[in-house]
């Protein structure tokens, strides 16, 4: 089941897609409403089609079904002075600091129409990610009694995902190179992990175009997706960039 | 008719699911497909939905409860259709 090099045995369709849209730093707020609004429309069409956006955010807390304030203790003025909103939502997880540099990874995927259930589902995330990582050069493995993602050095990727109707939302964040001083205003790892990052991990700059483009491929191929349309804005989005103001 | 609301196949039977929070209140009337509960398992949420319509009659089980597939969660009293 958790074997590595595990691949699905999916219905193949030969016309199955994906739309996959490289967003850039895009606000929170706009992407959730892309996301709701892919996730009606393919409730209505009930086709086997996916969509997949990978962004990054501007500075951001959210804190997840898992998570609690108590993750935020000591960081609170901090997180006040620097103007960064704090938000409870629907998602799997604990409480995550957004922040340029991480990548956020959300796939909307019709998971009943292509057989996948929700282990399934929760397997390819992660293996896509620790294959993603062999190609940067870092080995990346599971936990258990973590939905992570870890590297020699710490906790590099969250797991914070959402099913409605049995198509999936939210999805993932991998720390590639973001400001960790910022990041580690929080306690995001509730399991006393070192959080880290890939450009930590590799003790230089992690390519984020590179980490894009390999999740990206290793993603269509672990759910069984033959066609991409690869799109780098979405006419409904606008992109933001915050300025922070958080001197740690 | 009571109809139970079970907790549906996820794909792997001894997973340990918690119930995180219920969408519907006892007393409120739901809509087959609506969404009436929903369950966690690490890192991930999902949705339970209302196999038929009716009013939601009890609650088997809390949030913060464990729960695994095929559990009853709740109970719906089916509407009677006027014919």
Same mark, same amino acid.
């Given at each position: 089941?958790?074997? $590595? +090099?595990?691949?699905?045995?999916?219905?193949?369709?030969?016309?199955?897609?994906?739309?996959?849209? /490289?967003?850039?730093?895009?606000?929170?707020?706009?992407?959730?409403?892309?996301?709701?609004?892919?996730?009606?429309? /393919?409730?209505?069409?009930?086709?086997?089609?996916?969509?997949?956006?990978?962004?990054?955010? $501007?500075?951001?807390?959210?804190?997840?079904?898992?998570?609690?304030?108590?993750?935020?203790?000591?960081?609170?003025?901090?997180?006040?002075?620097?103007?960064?909103?704090?938000?409870?939502?629907?998602?799997?997880?604990?409480?995550?600091?957004?922040? $340029?540099?991480?990548?956020?990874?959300?796939?909307?995927? $019709?998971?009943?129409?292509?057989?996948?259930?929700?282990?399934?589902?929760?397997?390819?995330? =992660?293996?896509?990610?620790?294959?993603?990582?062999?190609?940067?050069?870092?080995?990346?493995?599971?936990?258990?009694?973590?939905?992570?993602?870890?590297?020699?050095?710490?906790?590099?990727?969250?797991?914070?995902?959402?099913?409605?109707?049995?198509?999936?939302?939210?999805?993932?964040?991998?720390?590639? =190179?973001?400001?960790?001083?910022?990041?580690?205003?929080?306690? =995001?790892?509730?399991?006393?992990?070192?959080?880290?990052?890939?450009?930590? +991990?590799?003790?230089?700059?992690?390519?984020?175009?590179?980490?894009?483009?390999?999740? /990206?491929?290793?993603?269509?191929?672990?759910?069984?997706?033959?066609?991409?349309?690869?799109?780098?804005?979405?006419?409904?989005?606008?992109?933001?960039?915050?300025?922070?103001?958080?001197?740690? | 008719?009571?109809?139970? &609301?079970?907790?549906?196949?996820?794909?792997? #039977?001894?997973?340990?699911?918690? @119930?995180?929070?219920?969408?519907?209140?006892?007393?409120?009337? @739901?809509?087959?497909?609506?969404?009436?509960? *929903?369950?966690?398992? #690490?890192?991930? %949420?999902?949705?339970?939905?209302?196999?038929?319509?009716? &009013? %939601?009659?009890?609650? *088997?089980?809390?949030?913060?409860?464990?729960?695994? *597939?095929?559990? @009853?969660?709740?109970? %719906?009293?089916? *509407?009677?259709?006027?014919?």
């Amino acid at each position: 089941m958790n074997s $590595p +090099t595990q691949r699905f045995n999916i219905p193949q369709n030969q016309d199955r897609a994906m739309q996959i849209y /490289m967003l850039g730093c895009v606000d929170f707020d706009s992407l959730l409403l892309l996301q709701e609004r892919t996730l009606q429309e /393919m409730r209505r069409k009930e086709s086997d089609q996916a969509v997949l956006f990978i962004c990054e955010h $501007p500075p951001i807390v959210t804190i997840g079904r898992e998570g609690s304030l108590r993750q935020l203790i000591g960081s609170e003025q901090e997180l006040k002075a620097g103007q960064i909103e704090v938000r409870w939502i629907n998602r799997g997880g604990g409480a995550l600091f957004h922040a $340029p540099g991480q990548l956020a990874v959300y796939p909307v995927i $019709p998971l009943k129409r292509i057989g996948l259930g929700i282990p399934d589902y929760q397997t390819g995330l =992660s293996q896509a990610v620790i294959k993603m990582a062999k190609e940067q050069g870092v080995v990346a493995h599971t936990q258990p009694g973590s939905s992570g993602i870890f590297s020699r050095c710490g906790q590099f990727s969250f797991l914070g995902a959402a099913i409605k109707s049995w198509i999936s939302y939210y999805g993932m964040y991998i720390n590639v =190179s973001p400001d960790m001083k910022l990041l580690r205003l929080i306690d =995001s790892n509730q399991n006393d992990h070192r959080l880290t990052s890939l450009s930590a +991990t590799l003790t230089r700059e992690a390519s984020m175009s590179a980490v894009r483009e390999s999740l /990206m491929r290793q993603l269509v191929s672990q759910f069984g997706y033959q066609q991409t349309h690869i799109f780098t804005q979405h006419p409904l989005l606008h992109k933001v960039k915050n300025q922070v103001y958080v001197h740690t | 008719m009571a109809t139970p &609301i079970v907790v549906p196949p996820v794909g792997c #039977p001894n997973q340990d699911l918690t @119930v995180s929070l219920w969408l519907a209140r006892v007393g409120e009337q @739901v809509f087959a497909g609506d969404r009436v509960v *929903e369950l966690l398992m #690490p890192g991930i %949420i999902f949705d339970v939905e209302s196999s038929c319509s009716g &009013i %939601i009659t009890s609650y *088997e089980c809390q949030p913060g409860t464990k729960v695994r *597939e095929g559990n @009853v969660l709740g109970w %719906i009293e089916q *509407e009677q259709l006027d014919s």
